[in-house]
């Protein structure tokens, strides 16, 4: 039996994310019990299972809707099953976490989001990267007119490694796998819409990207609603590390967050000073802003709040995408309501 006065989860997907949310949800939100995962690597999931003493494990996540114990389900499986499944929970009653993106297809999305409006259960989508405790420093500094008005936005953001060419080929391309995190950033920080997107972008890094016919490095113009201009500028692969970057520059100053280090140990000698690098991954960056994100979701089931990343900010990044990929086409500036 689940403690009631918590919220009982089901985890569905056991890769990268699931694990990590896994983990979290065992060993770091006491205010959730994780009641089953699923799987269709169920090895793995049983893996899982008896490391993080989780009773039920399963290969349908149908069988996690019929669960009385499970309140809320997340959705960290791959994204063509996104909107099967958070149709499904939704119409069953449940709360839904839906790791990026909710789905490649703006229609599939819109009727994703009216099921989960009608069911009137809380859907928050997973851009962990609001939650980093640097970049919510930096939009509160914007918010608050610590800066004054905003009036310049750089966001970059590089990998430390292209990924595989068989995820390039199902991934949508980098405005929609990679860029579309920034895009969220985007409007996090300015706290405002973006109205226009031009971008520009070829291949620097792996010859077989465009052999598939995708880009590796681009940089990305836009323009918000209130005039704010911002650039991004993404590569596939920065030597050094995982390299996350943004400024906001103001009228009254600037407000910029760095890149964490692995550690803080300084080298000195005749040929200079050395220090460490960024992490070499995601998972690692943004491990604790993973954790806040789920524990935010809890919360708001809790309380009966709006969540803080909504199925419309889940959205609005892959209108963006689609105007970005529209820009680099055709060459020019591409405004958002073309696409929407």
Do not use: W
């Amino acid at each position: 039996m689940n403690n009631p006065s918590k919220i009982g989860v089901g985890v569905i997907g056991t890769g990268r994310i699931g694990k990590l949310h896994i983990e979290h949800l065992s060993q770091n939100i006491p205010d959730a019990e994780l009641i089953a995962i699923c799987s269709l690597d169920t090895e793995t999931a049983e893996i899982f299972a008896e490391q993080f003493n989780i009773p039920k494990v399963t290969s349908d996540y149908r069988t996690l809707l019929d669960d009385s114990q499970i309140d809320a389900i997340i959705v960290a499986s791959s994204t063509d099953t996104h909107v099967e499944i958070c149709q499904a929970a939704a119409e069953a009653g449940m709360h839904i976490f839906c790791e990026k993106p909710i789905a490649l297809d703006l229609e599939q999305i819109d009727e994703t989001l009216a099921i989960v409006e009608k069911a009137g259960v809380k859907f928050q989508v997973g851009f962990n990267r609001r939650f980093d405790a640097n970049f919510r420093r930096v939009r509160e500094a914007v918010a608050s007119g610590e800066i004054g008005e905003p009036h310049i936005l750089r966001i970059t953001s590089r990998d430390p490694a292209p990924p595989p060419i068989e995820y390039v080929k199902v991934s949508g391309g980098i405005f929609l796998d990679m860029t579309i995190h920034d895009f969220d950033m985007a409007r996090y920080l300015i706290g405002d819409e973006v109205v226009e997107v031009y971008a520009v972008g070829g291949v620097r890094v792996d010859q077989k990207i465009g052999e598939v016919g995708d880009i590796d490095t681009t940089i990305i113009t836009l323009r918000f609603q209130d005039g704010v201009l911002a650039t991004i500028d993404n590569s596939r692969e920065a030597v050094y590390g995982y390299d996350q970057r943004v400024e906001v520059f103001g009228s009254k100053g600037m407000v910029a967050a760095g890149n964490p280090l692995t550690d803080t140990v300084t080298f000195s000698g005749s040929e200079g000073n050395r220090t460490a690098s960024p992490p070499d991954f995601f998972v690692e960056r943004y491990k604790a802003a993973y954790l806040s994100e789920l524990q935010a979701f809890i919360q708001c089931i809790q309380k009966g709040t709006q969540p803080l990343v909504t199925g419309e900010d889940g959205r609005a990044p892959i209108v963006m995408g689609y105007a970005a990929l529209k820009s680099l086409r055709e060459n020019r500036p591409v405004q958002l309501s073309e696409i929407l």
